[in-house]
């Protein structure tokens, strides 16, 4: 391997690592290790990654099959009298330090608790408007050491239990507070673990826009335009989306902008929030009051898309277009094909450990992300999950249900009855 010099900023310099200084604890024999630089630029930690710590095949691998299923039908014929057909349109997943798997269900309007062995434990709340009642709950948040928050319906309610299911308060949101934001209840994307939470609204674009920020209009070709009764009058139109501008409202209602960014994640202890414009090979971490603790950057090149790459593309999307009654529109054809390289990141997610994982572009000429780079806490680059295992591009964004731990990482999928269920494969951190 090339050794690079390790870049020195014209500020005060908090670490620098020589690009051939071994990494500590990557459990490799080879002479040569990954490297990455730390340095200091006006109390802004950079993290500069030139190649992952841990080579491939010694990195962290996930089991191909799930280890544990919950919910799913064994006979579609069959009555659903037990606990494992009770799950359904999940919106909440949470695995407790003793194992136990939390699973908010919207529809059923019920927090449910299942022991390891897959039986169902606990049901806590019930339909309702009283206190521990939910209209219909939209996220689930765990407070260590044994707390499970709800949120219900547009935050019209926010009830904290504990595990043995005691409600131990209720509070709600101000909607008036928010609306001196410009921000509704609908725009409620997330929750902090400090009582703040996250919402989002129509971003407008400003020549003093932050470099992970991109608030201008997004083009989509999949607009359809249908009449009452359901025909399709014409083919997929070119429309423009406004981009979605992130706020943090306080307990106090103060609101901290994270401006326009492609993907926002959070971490919980200590709290965080990450941001990424997607075009950019870089991750900007921020407290929660909007002041910017650490970049965190890749030197690699992303993928250029090659013409098996652009072929694949082009079939998969003919082929939807063809199942809808008309073909794939030609403005979104040119524009593909003038595309040269993938994005260096498709999606964000922070585990229970504080393990940042991007979603990415690989070789592979599928034109999918198909795999996952993990980074420390720190920011460094510590492995690239193998493309063999499975790939769960539905842990990408915050409007997506899964959960990482040490452990497991749990996903809503569906069985060959197209029933819902939670899978839980294990994660073997090899490296």
């Not at 008309?326 to 964000?348: C, H, W």
Request: hydrophobic letters at 35%; one cysteine or more; proline letters at 6%.
């Amino acid at each position: 391997m090339r050794c690079r010099p390790a870049f020195r900023a014209t500020v005060a310099v908090a670490i620098t690592v020589s690009a051939c200084d071994r990494m500590p604890g990557d459990g490799s024999d080879s002479a040569e290790a990954p490297t990455f630089t730390v340095w200091d630029s006006a109390g802004v930690e950079i993290v500069e990654n030139h190649a992952p710590e841990h080579a491939a095949g010694r990195f962290w691998t996930i089991d191909p099959d799930p280890e544990f299923v919950l919910g799913g039908v064994e006979d579609i014929d069959a009555l659903a009298d037990d606990s494992a057909q009770l799950i359904w349109r999940v919106v909440g997943l949470v695995r407790l330090p003793d194992g136990r798997v939390a699973v908010l269900s919207s529809e059923n309007q019920q927090l449910l608790l299942f022991e390891p062995s897959g039986e169902l434990s606990r049901i806590i709340g019930r339909a309702g408007d009283g206190p521990g009642e939910f209209t219909r709950p939209e996220k689930l948040q765990y407070l260590p050491p044994d707390t499970l928050v709800v949120w219900d319906y547009h935050m019209t309610s926010i009830d904290y239990f504990n595990t043995a299911g005691t409600l131990l308060k209720e509070r709600s949101v101000d909607h008036l507070r928010l609306r001196e934001h410009d921000l509704w209840g609908e725009s409620f994307r997330f929750p902090l673990s400090d009582g703040s939470f996250v919402s989002s609204k129509t971003g407008r674009q400003s020549e003093a826009e932050p470099a992970w920020s991109d608030c201008s209009p997004t083009r989509r070709w999949d607009r359809i335009r249908v009449s009452m009764r359901g025909e399709i009058l014409d083919e997929a139109q070119v429309s423009e989306d406004p981009a979605d501008e992130f706020l943090r409202v306080d307990t106090t209602y103060r609101a901290h902008s994270f401006a326009c960014p492609r993907f926002i994640a959070t971490r919980r202890d200590p709290p965080a929030i990450y941001v990424s414009r997607g075009d950019r090979n870089e991750i900007h971490q921020f407290s929660p009051d909007g002041v910017l603790l650490r970049i965190i950057r890749r030197t690699t090149d992303p993928f250029r898309v090659t013409d098996k790459a652009r072929r694949a593309w082009e079939d998969r999307n003919a082929r939807f277009y063809e199942s809808q009654g008309f073909s794939l529109p030609e403005s979104k054809l040119e524009a593909m094909r003038s595309v040269q390289t993938y994005p260096p990141i498709d999606g964000l997610m922070v585990d229970a450990e504080g393990y940042l994982w991007v979603s990415e572009y690989s070789d592979s000429e599928t034109w999918a992300a198909d795999q996952w780079s993990i980074f420390g806490p720190d920011g460094r680059w510590l492995g690239v999950l193998a493309k063999d295992v499975p790939v769960f591009f539905l842990c990408r964004g915050h409007l997506f249900v899964c959960w990482i731990d040490r452990d497991f990482l749990l996903v809503v999928g569906r069985d060959r009855f197209d029933s819902e269920r939670v899978e839980a494969y294990r994660i073997r951190r090899g490296g």
